[in-house]
């Protein structure tokens, strides 16, 4: 950055580099002796004293620098240091980085400098953000080296010299862009000139300067020079802690100016990005260690493997067991499995039956600890769930467990939420204890108890704390101790820490692995007492201010009790007696109830009862507070938030009516107890009952206490007046003038608000709640009727029908059964009987969770109504006038719900023992009724329906995530002449194929692209739109094409619907000539002669020059296939396809993608994940693809985060190649989805791989260069695979680097090399070190086992071609399933592997069995995909992705609408909506025989037919025009079998009287439809039966369409329609005849709730009258059917609305309003420029761009269309774009900003903008306001012009100039 410097200023930094390199050699001293002497050869002091003080400081410099590593690691634990990992890599290595090694000089590990990146990096930079980023990056540093470089040169700083040298050439290192910016080592390297005196200093005093007394003695000077440096020290660091944090708000303030906040976060440059690249953790824990940075999550230990477990762990495993049920399964299977294991022991009779408990107990307790060992690898090691599922099944042995790893991590999370909400209920009830502690008036006796107590407990906390100290101090000198290096051979320093890649040395193995883990269990340990101490220290500094609270209350309250306040005390007195603290809670039982409370629900209870309990005692402290004359500001005053429907349980309370209703009720707390025990305990309650902390010596409680109080004499009536006379009851309803009080006695009842304040407390108590909550789930059902649009609109070929008519379906069938029903269903069941059991249960519930979601689907849609209740009670509800699916609210309320069993199980408890009157019992009766039908049942009806939505959208979620889990499993397109030889022997590899992309639309043509073995585009073929594969002209240039590329296959895109199966059969007879020419064209023709034959090859060889000779013996084989484009067809049209080919038709780019689909589909979903949106979330891409038809109503985040985990799960299963991977970006997405790693560190990964030259010769090398931290490093290396490649020619390949085995057990261990060795019997001492010779070895066992494999799969099929014939089926043959063990014979299998297990476990190393097995299977099988070829779709799959239709939508009996395209012999054959061929036999054409098609339809008719039967597998549909079958009811015709079943709770009946009540109205439409359908082609200059000419009516026309968007309506009708359906409808479109002419219709498209856009659309090519136009007309842009309509102008217009919606700088507000903000901000900011985008309040369906330049906002309109925004004659195709040029030019596109004159407009006003962009005169045109000097001021002031108007409607409707548009007529 030397800025303005000449050759003069070069020369000398020349000189100045070398006498800096004479000043390095001069420091690389051996001792503190020769670095004093070459630093301060002047220095008088004497040379003993220098050495003898750098000898003292030569001893503990290495113990300083592991001290300041420590506190570094401790500091930040998520970040690992880079110049520890050096050491650590230089120990297991071998080797070291030095500064001048390549991968220094490579920028990807130059210490100290993180900011580095290469060339190509800045060169990709500049093409995302633009050709001024250089200029940025260097005007960062402006201000900072103006002087240039020689100001800057310091002798004395040579290493912060050549770091600065180093950062004017790289920046930001890891970071996918340089911005131009310090990093945090180039900070602290700026601080260096600040800091040199100080250094000198330092050095000084490190050999003995003059600085100290000569009289001081050896300790003093000591310890005054520790004081100095810490002294120092302390400086420096808040040197550069302000200095960082000037930079980092420069650096903020730069990026904010310079770059928008989506490209930041499209290139990974925000500072979350930074911290997850830099924290050596994986990527997907960051949010969830986050997370758990609470309060609870800090306090909770962290153990060690090895560490037994603790209580809290084994209380959250046992709580995690109860919540996932296949862990019940698989105890159940244990108990099974142990049963019939002991009977076929004993022979079947006579057989020992197990103690079952033992099992079940041996089974949980395995269970529970690897449930345990789970989360601690997760939280202490940080391993991600796909590695412990893989490579730590030795000690997480459930498989349960290690299938449910991401289920228990959300556990886990919910665990914590409930122990933090149980804990956070703990402290209230410790309050309510404290506050109930606290004197009603008296002389404060209770403080100062309290204040002794809370004294006493502070000093047993502070000698905890003591304690852990001291243990903290003994744990760290163990430690110190071990980690001391050996007395002898002080040489050896590095220890020899070679643990990861087995660098071994003399030293015993067994020794030193117990030294390890020794020092990792103290370190466990330590951390373990560091929370600890942390927890303790807080414990103290809490109680001991408690205390002092404590201490001061009681001193006022003595003051205050000194002063004798009566009147204070009379009214403490009565507010304690209105509170009623004995009657509501009990704080020993609320204590202990709580502890044992395991859902956030019954916690939740408890906080909602403790605080109604709080209002209420806080009302009555509020009138005491004023009857008293206290001030309120003397109060505390804590903002909460107010209930209002509480409001009047206040005022109730604060009267005193708590006492008054406790008179005569039980208090609610002690109901709750008795309808626990009565309910749940097996010998019911008792009396005797004693709560806890009430013991005494008897342990026998009060009777009475548990028994509603009795009122003695006096009924409800008369004990009220006595107490109103007393003025203990207050009457708080009061007659109004002029109203009827006599009519409404309960209004008149003194007793009501007694009832209300009973009910309400009883309604909130939570034992009351949770008991009868399971009766409300074991009671209740649901029931679904009909909308008034649902009942015309569903009948039996609805999508709804079967959800509509749902009576009393009982609400558990949609959860699983609880454990009682579980258990006694699966007593006496053996292991299969139980899978079955649990298959079942599994289905049922995911049956009835999908059917709630279609509900809630229906019910978005106003289609039907859900209603969760109670059974209604008979009486009430049967009405025979009315059927049910009709009564009106008012009749099914829940006043008519059938409570009888809530009912007695509350008056067993709430009444009396001994009886009561009547009255009384009345009285009761009333409370219990209140708090049911008031208040528990609505809140137990919107509990089930959250829970029934949560449960659905579980099971809704875990749906898709399977389907997703089906495609990502779907293996790469195997040709069909590999077909015959099995993948495990001859597998698919990377074969080059070409994608087809077929089109049936004119404009859009077919396209054959050709990718090569990588994915690479390789070449492509366009066909024009309309022109035949099989033309002459065109056959000759696909057979070219073809050749040239010779693919493997040819694979055709299944969009083109039908269109796409013929393109597939005509691509099949041009690949058959293709073949033969290519494969005979070295063989001379018969009628060719030499010559022709000599000049045929030499134009070959011109046209193939990359033809390869060796390759002529090898014949072409190639076929042709459909695949599924879903994937493909979104690539086409999203930003991926755009940035990677900008240039690129889209129908090239979808054939691209179908390529790649191919050849891996899992590359390809990876790849659509890779997009992050502009909230940086990644993958909602993959919301737009067809995964599962529900997933719309599930919750995105969830979605999204379910297809991570799978993802994940797959390409664990598959692996990565590393190579592929970092070189190209269609396969980089992999790496996003290694375990450890995620989109940051993966984009970093390629970079730093890219930096090393693009390749990785090895796994050690990822570690060894530094490509990844420590921690991810061991989750993802197993991972990743490292190939033999080109670039690699000159390395050796480990081969076990391209298989499945953790480097732990061939690098850091050499178990694979001794299992290869002994394999082959060449002992002990063949092994040694040398890694040739290992290497040698694992080849040899590998080929031997591959050789086995391929020997035992044609014995196998040898031997069933014997039996059976040729009928083996080659993808069936697995070898790990079905291959016996007792049939290998390679040499692996003949070791003993479990008892080599067992030697390493002995030898205190760990359990390592399952990698043993796995190295076995990965030499047989080394990273064998699991993946099963993709199979070509056929039958109902084929004929579902071709047409879009299923057995939901074409079914027998529908009425579908189609043309008649060809008369035959046997039938018509007819063209449906979609392009889906339909037959009519002659049978079907009319009741009566018919002779001849012709007879009855003509070409060209449109008819309206019933489907008969749906030929899916030969792509056809069958029809009929015969009345009989129209007769049919659509209940009688056949439901297809793969629909699902209806509900056995479906009303039947009912269905059937509904569709007779259609009967009538279905046959007058059916003889209006008639009357249209036999006319054809009716138009001007035709003549009619009479021979008259009929001429084209003008007047609206009912159209003969059965698109379930047209509506033959009126405007009002479809508005209404659309309003009424609410949100539901919003994007969708609605069609209806238009009202201007015959030849148009009108589109009703709802932009947003309650705005309705009406587009125009004209009509061409009609067939009738009735129909509807083969050509559909919009501006100019022409559409073949309604589908395509609504697919390509209304889907990109919701696509556009939803930009809007989602852009940063919308506000969904009024104009107004945005204006009125807009003119704030400005009013604060004015120099600011400020603008929002909102909706146009004047014009539907625009956008408002409303800004503020000067003082008066000001606005453009802008268009929304298919292709963009529309800003005057421009489209731009996004938001930003727009803004952009906004930016540029506010006054619009073509408009010149003007300079501001004084006084009238500008001259250039006298001209405007018409619809087309062409300037014209406008000077003379009148003002709509009449002469133009009296027009009024111009809202723009004088220099802008007026906004552009919006786009205008079609041609021959365009609006006037300068006039907004007119929409469609109504």
Not at 533 to 546: F, G, I, W, Y
Request: net charge negative; charged share 35%.
């Amino acid at each position: 950055n030397n800025k303005g410097g000449d050759d003069s200023n070069d020369e000398a930094l020349e000189d100045d580099l070398e006498e800096n390199r004479r000043l390095a050699s001069t420091l690389k001293a051996k001792s503190a002796q020769e670095l004093s002497r070459g630093l301060f050869t002047g220095d008088t002091d004497s040379e003993d004293e220098g050495t003898t003080m750098g000898n003292n400081n030569k001893k503990q410099s290495k113990k300083q620098q592991l001290m300041s590593k420590q506190k570094q690691s401790s500091s930040q634990p998520e970040r690992y240091d880079e110049d520890g990992l050096d050491d650590f890599i230089e120990d297991d290595t071998g080797y070291g980085l030095e500064d001048d090694d390549d991968y220094g000089r490579s920028g990807g590990g130059l210490r100290g400098d993180k900011g580095a990146i290469s060339e190509a990096q800045i060169n990709e930079a500049e093409e995302i953000f633009g050709t001024d980023y250089l200029d940025f990056m260097d005007g960062g540093g402006e201000e900072e080296d103006e002087e240039g470089l020689d100001e800057d040169y310091d002798p004395n700083n040579v290493g912060g010299m050549m770091r600065k040298r180093r950062k004017s050439k790289f920046k930001e290192a890891g970071v996918g862009v340089a911005l131009g910016v310090d990093s945090d080592e180039e900070i602290a390297d700026d601080s260096t000139d600040e800091e040199d005196s100080e250094d000198d200093n330092d050095a000084a005093d490190l050999f003995g300067d003059d600085d100290m007394e000569d009289d001081m003695g050896y300790k003093q000077r000591a310890e005054v020079l520790k004081l100095k440096r810490e002294k120092k020290r302390l400086a420096r660091e808040e040197r550069r802690r302000q200095k960082r944090e000037r930079v980092d708000a420069k650096r903020k303030a730069q990026l904010r100016r310079a770059f928008e906040p989506v490209q930041l976060v499209e290139n990974f440059c925000t500072e979350r990005d930074d911290a997850i690249r830099m924290a050596d953790s994986p990527e997907r824990y960051y949010d969830w260690l986050e997370a758990k940075k609470s309060v609870a999550a800090t306090a909770r230990k962290v153990l060690a493997i090895s560490d037994d477990i603790d209580m809290e762990e084994e209380e959250e495993a046992m709580w995690i067991m109860s919540k996932i049920p296949a862990f019940s399964s698989e105890v159940a299977t244990a108990v099974s499995n142990a049963t019939a294991a002991a009977a076929a022991s004993a022979g079947g009779e006579n057989a020992m039956v197990p103690d079952t408990d033992d099992v079940m107990e041996k089974a949980d307790r395995t269970i529970i600890e690897s449930i345990v060992y789970a989360l601690r690898y997760m939280r202490g090691e940080k391993l991600e769930p796909e590695f412990i599922k893989r490579y730590r099944m030795d000690i997480v042995t459930s498989p349960a467990v290690r299938d449910n790893l991401y289920r228990i991590m959300d556990e886990d999370s919910e665990w914590e939420r409930m122990t933090e909400a149980r804990t956070k209920i703990e402290g209230v009830l410790q309050s309510f204890r404290e506050e109930e502690e606290e004197p009603a008036g008296g002389k404060g006796g209770p403080e100062v108890e309290r204040a002794a107590r809370l004294k006493e407990q502070s000093k047993v906390a502070e000698e905890k704390l003591n304690d852990t100290v001291e243990q903290e101090r003994k744990v760290q000198e163990q430690l110190d101790e071990l980690e001391k290096p050996k007395e002898k051979g002080g040489d050896d320093d590095d220890d020899d820490d070679d643990d990861l890649f087995g660098d071994d040395d003399e030293d015993d193995e067994a020794a030193k692995a117990a030294k390890e883990e020794k020092k990792q269990t103290l370190k466990n340990h330590l951390n373990t007492l560091n929370t600890l101490l942390s927890t303790q220290a807080e414990e103290v500094a809490r109680l001991d201010t408690k205390f002092h609270e404590a201490e001061a209350a009681a001193n006022a309250a003595a003051a205050a009790s000194s002063q004798g306040n009566g009147n204070s005390e009379s009214i403490s007195e009565e507010s304690m007696a209105k509170m009623c603290r004995d009657k509501l809670w009990h704080y020993g039982d609320f204590s202990q109830y709580a502890s044992s409370m395991t859902e956030h629900r019954h916690i939740m209870d408890m906080k909602g009862y403790l605080n109604l309990i709080k209002e209420g005692n806080e009302a009555i402290k509020d009138k005491a507070a004023h009857i008293g004359g206290v001030s309120s500001s003397s109060k505390d005053k804590k903002k909460r938030s107010r209930r209002f429907d509480w409001d009047y349980y206040r005022t109730c309370v604060s009267e005193g009516l708590r006492g008054v209703c406790y008179k005569f009720v039980l208090p609610p707390f002690r109901v709750g107890i008795k309808l626990e025990e009565t309910l749940t305990a097996a010998g019911g309650f008792s009396y005797d009952r004693v709560l806890p902390g009430d013991e005494d010596e008897d342990d026998i409680g009060d009777p009475r206490q548990w028994i509603a109080p009795v009122v003695e004499g006096p009924g409800p009536k008369e004990f009220a007046d006595e107490l109103i006379g007393k003025g203990e009851l207050v009457m708080l309803s009061n007659p109004r003038e002029g109203t009827d009080w006599d009519k409404t006695p309960e209004m008149n009842d003194p007793l009501r608000a007694c009832r209300y304040v009973a009910a309400m407390e009883l309604a909130q108590e939570p034992r009351i709640r949770r008991q009868l909550r399971a009766i409300y789930r074991s009671e209740a059902v649901i029931t679904t009727r009909p909308t008034s649009k649902g009942m015309g609109a569903i009948d039996a070929f609805h999508e709804y029908y079967g959800l509509h008519l749902i009576r009393d379906k009982p609400l558990k069938e949609h959860f699983p059964p609880d454990d009682a029903e579980l258990e006694r269903r699966r007593a006496h069941l053996n292991a299969d009987e139980l899978k079955e059991l649990d298959t079942e249960l599994k289905k049922r519930e995911a049956n009835s969770c999908i059917q709630y979601l279609n509900l809630l689907k229906a019910e978005r849609s106003g289609d039907i109504t859900v209603q969760v209740h109670l059974p209604f009670v008979s009486t009430n509800i049967e009405d025979a006038s009315t059927p049910w699916y009709k009564l009106p609210a008012d009749k099914r309320g829940r006043d008519r719900q059938d409570v009888a069993r809530f009912m007695e199980a509350l008056e067993r408890v709430y009444f009396p023992a001994n009886g009561d009157t009547d009255e009384w019992n009345e009285e009761r009766r009333k409370i219990l009724r209140m708090a049911l039908v008031n208040y528990l049942l609505p809140q137990f009806e919107a509990e089930a329906r959250r829970d029934l939505k949560d449960a659905s959208t579980r099971i809704g979620v875990e749906a898709s995530a399977q389907n997703l889990n089906t495609m990502a499993m779907t293996g790469p397109y195997r040709p069909s002449h590999l077909l015959g030889e099995s993948r495990f022997i001859v597998p698919t590899g990377e074969l080059p194929i070409v994608g087809v992309c077929s089109s049936n639309d004119a404009k859009d043509g077919t396209f054959l692209a050709a990718v090569n073995e990588k994915g690479e585009l390789s070449d492509h073929l366009a066909i024009p739109g309309g022109t035949s594969v099989t033309s002459d002209k065109m056959r000759e240039r696909v057979i070219t094409f073809l050749m040239q590329t010779r693919p493997a296959a040819i694979v055709v895109g299944s969009g083109g619907g039908v269109s796409s199966r013929a393109t597939a059969r005509k691509l099949g007879e041009v690949l058959t000539q293709a073949t033969e020419r290519w494969n005979n064209r070295l063989i001379q023709g018969q009628d060719e002669d030499d010559e022709d034959f000599e000049e045929r090859m030499l134009a070959f060889s011109q046209m193939h020059p990359n033809h390869k000779d060796e390759d002529e013996d090898i014949d072409w084989k190639c076929n042709v296939d459909i695949v599924d484009d879903n994937v493909a067809q979104l690539f086409g049209r999203s930003v991926r396809g755009k940035k990677e080919f900008p240039d690129t038709a889209v129908n090239l780019k979808v054939a691209i993608a179908t390529a790649r689909w191919a050849k891996d589909p899992l590359s390809e979903l990876a790849y659509t994940w890779s997009t992050a949106s502009d909230a940086g979330v990644f993958g909602t891409e993959m919301l737009f693809l067809n995964v599962h038809p529900l997933q719309r109503l599930l919750p995105k985040p969830l979605l999204l985060r379910e297809y991570e985990r799978v993802l994940c799960n797959v390409v664990a299963n598959v692996g990565v190649d590393l190579y592929g991977a970092c070189k190209f970006d269609h396969i980089h997405g992999l790496l996003s989805f290694v375990p450890g790693l995620g989109p940051r560190k993966a984009n970093n990964l390629k970079q730093s791989v890219a930096r090393i030259g693009g390749a990785v010769s090895s796994r050690r090398s990822i570690l060894a260069k530094r490509l990844l931290g420590p921690i991810v490093y061991n989750n993802s290396v197993a991972f990743l695979r490292v190939r033999a490649i080109d670039e690699l020619q000159d390395h050796q390949i480990h081969p076990l680097d391209d298989s499945r085995c953790h480097p732990d057990v061939y690098q850091r261990n050499k178990w694979a090399v001794k299992i290869a060795v002994d394999a082959l019997e060449l002992g002990d001492s063949a092994a040694g070190d040398n890694d040739e010779y290992a290497i040698s070895a694992i080849r040899d066992v590998m080929q031997n086992s591959q050789n086995e494999v391929e020997r035992l799969y044609n014995e196998t099929k040898k031997e069933w071609e014997n039996v059976y014939g040729p009928t083996f089926v080659v993808d069936s043959w697995e070898p790990r399933t079905s291959v016996p063990t007792e049939r290998w014979r390679d040499k692996v299998e003949e070791l003993d592997l479990e008892t080599f297990a067992e030697m390493i476990q002995q030898s205190g190393l760990g359990k390592w069995l399952s990698h043993l097995n796995m190295v076995k299977w990965e030499y047989r099988l080394p990273f064998q995909d699991p993946r099963k070829p993709m199979v070509p779709p056929t039958g109902e799959t084929l004929f579902r992705l071709l047409t879009g239709e299923t057995d939901a939508t074409l079914c027998p009996g529908k009425e579908v609408t189609g043309k008649v395209m060809k008369n035959g012999d046997f039938g018509s054959q007819v063209k449906l909506e979609g392009d889906v061929p339909g037959f009519i036999p002659l049978r079907n054409l009319a009741d009566d025989h018919v002779e001849s098609a012709e007879d009855i339809v003509q070409v060209g008719t449109v008819v309206t037919a019933l489907i008969t039967q749906v030929k899916m597998e030969h792509m056809c549909v069958d029809l009929s025009l015969k009345k009989e079958d129209f007769k049919k009811k659509s209940s009688e015709w056949e439901r297809p079998q793969s629909l699902p079943p209806l509900d056995d709770h479906f009303d039947r009946a009912a269905a059937l009287t509904i569709d007779e009540e259609k009967d009538k109205e279905r046959e007058s439409r059916l003889d209006a439809l008639r009357l249209t359908i036999g006319s054809s082609n009716l138009g001007d200059g035709e003549t009619g039966a009479d021979g008259q000419p009929v001429r084209r009516s003008g007047k609206v026309t009912r159209r003969a369409c059965a698109h379930p968007a047209f509506r033959n309506a009126k405007h009002d009708e479809v508005d209404r329609e659309l309003n009424e359906a609410g949100d539901a409808m919003v994007g969708e479109a609605l069609i209806r005849p238009s009202n201007k002419s015959c030849d148009s219709l009108a589109i009703h498209w709802m932009v947003r709730p309650g705005c309705i856009k009406v587009i125009e659309v004209l009509e061409q090519d009609k067939d009738t009258d009735a129909s509807i136009g083969n050509k559909l007309i919009i501006k100019k842009e022409v559409y073949g059917s309604i589908d395509e309509l609504l697919g390509r102008y209304i889907a990109p217009m919701n696509d556009r609305v939803e930009e809007v919606l989602h852009h940063r700088k919308f506000l969904d507000k009024l104009e107004d309003e945005i204006d009125t903000k807009l003119e704030t901000m400005k009013r604060a900011q004015p120099q600011g420029v400020f603008y929002f985008i909102c909706w146009s309040e004047s014009y539907p369906g625009y956008v408002s761009l409303r800004f503020i330049m000067s003082k008066t906002p000001r606005h453009h309109t802008i268009g929304v269309s298919p292709e963009g925004f529309a800003w005057g004659p421009k489209t731009y195709s996004s938001m930003d774009r727009l803004m952009n040029d906004f930016k540029k030019n506010p006054a619009g596109p073509g408009a010149k900003l003007q300079s501001n004159r004084p006084g009238g407009s500008s001259s250039s006003m006298s001209s405007r903008t018409t619809g087309t962009g062409v300037r014209t005169d406008d000077s003379n045109r009148q003002s709509r306001w009449g002469a133009r000097s009296n027009a009024p001021p111009s809202r723009w002031g004088n220099s802008i012009p007026p906004p552009m108007p919006p786009p205008g409607p079609p041609p021959n409707f365009a609006p006037p100039p300068g006039q907004p548009p007119t929409f469609a007529p109504r």
